[in-house]
């Protein structure tokens, strides 16, 4: 009976994972807003080096998100509603950003406890992603915007419940926090997911470079297609690694086989 017990709690917990993953990847695409059918107005431009694999563009003021379209090093965007937009680019190995945090130009040094209960909000806010980093943020004192890298290394599963071997997930959000008297607290309506990928546990882009340009951000778009300025993961545009909230380690691990058992 004990058995029984500890392999159907397993299974159950299996199960449960296997339908976090699978809800992410269909959360993922619900993030995304489709194009304005009758806007005429859009985005393009491309990196100078580097290979490119995503673009997304984000709306601020009615928080919405866009995924573009790529074409070798050039990317594109149609049919987006008048408005200023913020462009975040996935390569390979490197992510360039052009994301506003800044709250309507106003910016505030927090004291060391508010940092800490961020850090801390942030570290429990979901716990399907042991690893998380704050890459950037910014705001007054009682509202910040976060750019947040959050990873899985630890085991996931398959939609059908077997081990994903050598696997992990990443997930990049923009995160807006109020304070409420002494308490922090994550806003409901902003658009957390920004992009998601299932990969790898090792290679190139297992750990990603970030790069914050200002240059793609605030792009204002109207009727007609506008050119973004040329980018690249220029050093200039480096942002300092931050350390991993959480239980992560500093660079992911590979999965090991040992005796048939897979171990994470």
Not at 125 to 144: E, M, V, Y
Not at 168 to 189: A, F, G, N
Not at 231 to 237: H, R
């Amino acid at each position: 009976m004990k058995k029984l017990l500890i392999c159907s709690t397993a299974l159950a917990l299996a199960a449960a994972f296997a339908a976090a993953a699978s809800a992410a990847v269909s959360g993922a695409d619900q993030w995304y807003n489709d194009p304005d059918p009758n806007a005429t107005g859009g985005i393009t431009g491309k990196v100078t080096s580097g290979e490119l694999k995503e673009v997304i563009a984000l709306e601020q003021i009615a928080y919405k998100v866009y995924r573009g379209s790529v074409n070798g090093n050039s990317y594109s965007f149609s049919r987006l509603p008048p408005g200023k937009y913020d462009l975040l680019l996935k390569l390979k190995a490197e992510v360039i950003e052009g994301l506003r945090l800044d709250v309507f130009g106003e910016t505030a040094k927090l004291e060391q406890k508010d940092r800490d209960d961020i850090a801390e909000l942030i570290r429990i806010s979901d716990d399907f992603f042991h690893g998380k980093r704050i890459w950037r943020a910014g705001g007054t004192a009682k509202l910040q915007k976060l750019f947040v890298e959050q990873f899985r290394t630890k085991t996931i599963y398959n939609p059908d419940g077997s081990i994903a071997v050598g696997r992990m997930i990443r997930r990049l959000d923009y995160t807006i926090l109020h304070k409420t008297r002494e308490v922090w607290q994550i806003d409901p309506d902003s658009p957390r997911f920004l992009f998601r990928e299932e990969r790898d546990l090792t290679g190139a882009g297992s750990e990603l470079t970030f790069y914050h340009d200002p240059a793609l951000g605030g792009i204002r778009v109207s009727d007609i297609v506008v050119t973004a300025p040329d980018t690249a993961p220029d050093k200039k545009f480096l942002i300092p690694k931050p350390a991993a909230e959480g239980d992560a380690d500093a660079k992911p691990k590979k999965a090991k086989t040992t005796r048939g058992k897979t171990k994470n």
